[in-house]
């Protein structure tokens, strides 16, 4: 019996000697016990483990010091996963352990290779003091800062093509500003191929569980069909995520952003003036869910590109403090974009300006704008719209649009030195087109709100079972030739 307890005692201390050197692993090193354990990091972050077969970009010359140039050890290693895809059977992993890892070119995943870092859940930091990240992978890219980048741009600092997968890392541009006007840079990230280098598309390219800190542009997926955004967050500065010549359903969930990299001004003034979280370009079949943004020009910018416009269904998803719009619709396909349980806040804030350049700026945030050339249908349901706004929505061109069971609050606000001041701007301006607004409830308890304003291009206009904070108000252009209905409307007037 004291054998085996000897014996035990042997084992247990063996055990414990090897976890507590794993736990000693640095930064960027090597470590045979990288591979069986999961580990934390100055008490942070779980370690995603290396796997065995995975390649280690130590292996090819890779250094996490922070000063070394990894392009070409990054490449060789990808290079590498890619080969042992071809070869069938072989691992397609290239595992990227804890470190800052810089790098002065970009790089390329081919097609069924996953480059790893080590965050098995989505890094979340705010670097905005200047706190270093030391819990995990970071990649800091430097090439391109200067370089004018924007929709039609095509250069990145890391490719994903076909059927490929990046996860797991911090992207920091650290040579970004923090307080001047920010720089642009290429995308971070690019779902496609367009050089062609291995196909002509870039189906089911991924990205998982990244964070993109002082980003000029985050994710592009273009010509990625089926790709999936998931479990992005971070700070992208110009452009958020965009998507266009995707002809198979492409998927976008749990990417928020925020100001975690910088909130100086003027920096994150450039943000909330020309920035925008998310353009969807064409799209067939887009399903985003549970997606965010704080402090953007435009939240959802829904555009016309030369292969078209978008459908999709949007669930869930949020923008909080957006100087110009929450969403914003050039154009859609007829089959419509289809938003439920939104929830929108547009404003600018007055009197502190901390977010939003002004005063004298003449903001006049609108949480919907349609444009004139929309002819597609554009779906509100279950969702919220509060301020302190200019207005609700104003709605142009010929689709039809339509709010249901939604909620409007605190419009008729407009920036001036002395704070927020009222213009008799209606809820809702209908310049043109079909709309529809039901079951909805309108609490703006500004003395004699006006509700909804209908221009002399309005086409038909449906007003019906709505719950009014005051008495409903609805001013008619004497120009107006339209259908207008307007019954069973719940609102504050005495009945006769």
């Not at 720089?183 to 291995?198: R, S």
Request: hydrophobic residues 40%.
């Amino acid at each position: 019996l004291k054998m085996a307890n000897f014996s035990l005692t042997v084992v247990a201390l063996t055990l414990a000697l090897a976890l507590a050197s794993a736990q000693t692993t640095r930064y960027g090193s090597r470590s045979k016990y990288s591979r069986m354990y999961q580990v934390k990091v100055n008490g942070h972050a779980k370690i995603r483990a290396m796997n065995d077969g995975d390649i280690n970009v130590l292996d090819f010359g890779a250094k996490g010091d922070n000063a070394t140039d990894n392009t070409a050890a990054f490449a060789s290693a990808l290079l590498s996963a890619y080969s042992n895809v071809s070869s069938q059977g072989g691992t397609g992993t290239v595992y990227v352990p804890p470190g800052i890892f810089k790098f002065k070119g970009n790089l390329t995943i081919p097609p069924g290779v996953t480059l790893t870092g080590s965050y098995h859940v989505i890094p979340s930091h705010d670097v905005r003091d200047g706190q270093p990240i030391d819990d995990g992978t970071v990649l800091v890219p430097t090439q391109g800062r200067g370089v004018a980048c924007d929709l039609d741009c095509t250069s990145a600092f890391i490719t994903v093509t076909e059927n490929g997968l990046l996860r797991g890392l911090v992207i920091l541009y650290d040579e970004q500003e923090r307080v001047n006007t920010p720089v642009p840079y290429p995308w971070a990230v690019f779902l496609g191929d367009p050089m062609k280098i291995y196909s002509a598309s870039a189906d089911n390219a991924a990205i998982e569980d990244v964070e993109l800190l002082g980003a000029w542009n985050g994710v592009a997926a273009i010509a990625a069909h089926r790709h999936y955004i998931a479990r992005v967050q971070g700070q992208p500065l110009n452009i958020g995520v965009f998507v266009d010549e995707t002809y198979d359903i492409g998927r976008i969930e749990d990417v928020h952003f925020n100001p975690w990299f910088s909130s100086k001004s003027p920096f994150v003034y450039y943000q909330t003036t020309h920035g925008r979280a998310f353009v969807m370009g064409r799209s067939d079949w887009e399903y985003v869910f549970n997606t965010f943004a704080f402090a953007y020009a435009i939240g959802y910018h829904f555009i016309e590109r030369k292969t078209g416009s978008m459908n999709g269904n949007f669930l869930g998803i949020g923008a909080d403090l957006m100087v110009n719009s929450s969403v914003q619709v050039d154009q859609s396909q007829p089959y419509g974009v289809l938003i439920t349980n939104g929830e929108f806040t547009a404003f600018c804030d007055s009197p502190q300006h901390t977010f939003c350049q002004g005063p004298g700026q003449d903001k006049s945030p609108v949480h919907v704008r349609i444009g004139p050339n929309n002819n597609g249908a554009v779906k509100f349901a279950t969702s919220a719209f509060w301020g302190p706004a200019a207005q609700i929505a104003i709605t142009e061109g010929t689709g039809t649009i339509s709010f249901s069971q939604c909620h409007f609050d605190n419009w008729d606000n407009f920036d001036t030195p002395k704070g927020y001041a009222p213009r008799g701007m209606a809820a809702i301006t209908q310049v043109g087109g079909t709309l529809a607004v039901s079951e909805s409830e309108f609490t703006d308890h500004k003395p004699s709100p006006k509700h909804f304003s209908i221009g002399p291009n309005a086409s038909k206009t449906i007003i019906t079972t709505n719950i009014i904070t005051g008495i409903l108000d609805i001013e008619k252009d004497k120009d107006f030739k339209g259908k207008l209905i307007v019954s069973l409307n719940a609102d504050d007037s005495k009945d006769d």
